[in-house]
């Protein structure tokens, strides 16, 4: 039997890679900070070595994950920001939010990333992620900031962001703690934040 290729050991790392950052993803939605190597494993049915290999401990698993997460995020709502989302809303920040919550309904990640910023990073010890949020800010948060200044003519864009922000991120903590992942209404509950947006901003 031949040895494997450089581009099938890669091909095999992306995969393992991939495995445990969604075992990750699901550990941590039940166990919050408090997950463990060991628990990541065995969601992955994987050997603890094997993880292990990957990862020397979790808070380096933690950063991969948040920053895939960023990286899965932005590409979702690329559409929005480029108008090639074949929305019918006359908004791109409605278009952008509805493509950011299904994100965060198919990708725990990224519902854990967004959850993250919205706490400060609380659980996470001394200021490791402050690139990671200021890559935030400028990749996800200020262009949606930018889109409802010129579209919504908010007073105040940044609070209104926040509160779309957290509106999001409350809907799929309740419905994923509550184990109704999968019942989530998103274009229900976007539809919901911009009627109230639109209704106080005239």
Same mark, same amino acid.
């Given at each position: 039997?031949?040895?494997?290729?450089?581009?099938?050991?890669?091909?095999?790392?992306?995969?393992?890679?991939?495995?445990?950052?969604?075992?990750?993803?699901?550990?941590?939605?039940?166990?919050?900070?408090?997950?463990?190597?060991?628990?990541?494993?065995?969601?992955?049915?994987?050997?603890?070595?094997?993880?292990?290999?990957?990862?020397?401990?979790?808070?380096?698993?933690?950063?991969?994950?948040?920053?895939?997460?960023?990286?899965?995020?932005?590409?979702?709502?690329?559409?929005?920001?480029?108008?090639?989302?074949?929305?019918?809303?006359?908004?791109?920040? =409605?278009?952008?939010?509805?493509? *950011?919550?299904?994100?965060?309904? !198919? %990708?725990?990640?990224?519902?854990?990333?967004? $959850? /993250?910023?919205?706490?400060?990073?609380?659980?996470?010890?001394?200021?490791?992620?402050?690139?990671?949020?200021?890559?935030?800010? =400028?990749?996800?948060?200020?262009? *949606?900031?930018?889109?409802?200044? !010129? %579209?919504?003519?908010?007073?105040?864009?940044? $609070? /209104?962001?926040?509160?779309?922000?957290?509106?999001?991120?409350?809907?799929?903590?309740?419905?994923?703690?509550?184990?109704?992942?999968?019942?989530?209404?998103?274009?229900?509950?976007?539809?919901?934040?911009?009627?109230?947006?639109?209704?106080?901003?005239?």
């Amino acid at each position: 039997m031949s040895p494997r290729t450089k581009e099938q050991n890669d091909a095999i790392r992306e995969m393992r890679m991939s495995q445990i950052m969604q075992a990750a993803a699901e550990v941590y939605l039940e166990k919050g900070i408090q997950l463990e190597i060991r628990d990541v494993a065995v969601q992955a049915e994987l050997g603890y070595g094997t993880v292990y290999h990957y990862y020397k401990n979790k808070q380096m698993l933690l950063e991969d994950l948040l920053w895939d997460a960023l990286n899965q995020a932005e590409t979702a709502v690329i559409p929005a920001l480029t108008g090639d989302d074949g929305s019918s809303s006359m908004f791109k920040a =409605e278009s952008f939010s509805r493509l *950011l919550l299904h994100k965060c309904i !198919q %990708e725990p990640s990224v519902f854990i990333l967004l $959850k /993250t910023v919205a706490d400060n990073f609380h659980h996470f010890p001394g200021n490791r992620f402050s690139k990671l949020y200021g890559e935030f800010q =400028e990749r996800i948060y200020l262009p *949606l900031v930018e889109m409802i200044r !010129q %579209e919504i003519g908010s007073k105040s864009p940044e $609070k /209104t962001a926040n509160l779309i922000f957290g509106s999001l991120v409350g809907c799929t903590t309740l419905n994923i703690h509550h184990n109704m992942r999968n019942e989530i209404d998103a274009d229900g509950i976007v539809d919901m934040i911009f009627s109230g947006i639109q209704a106080r901003e005239r």
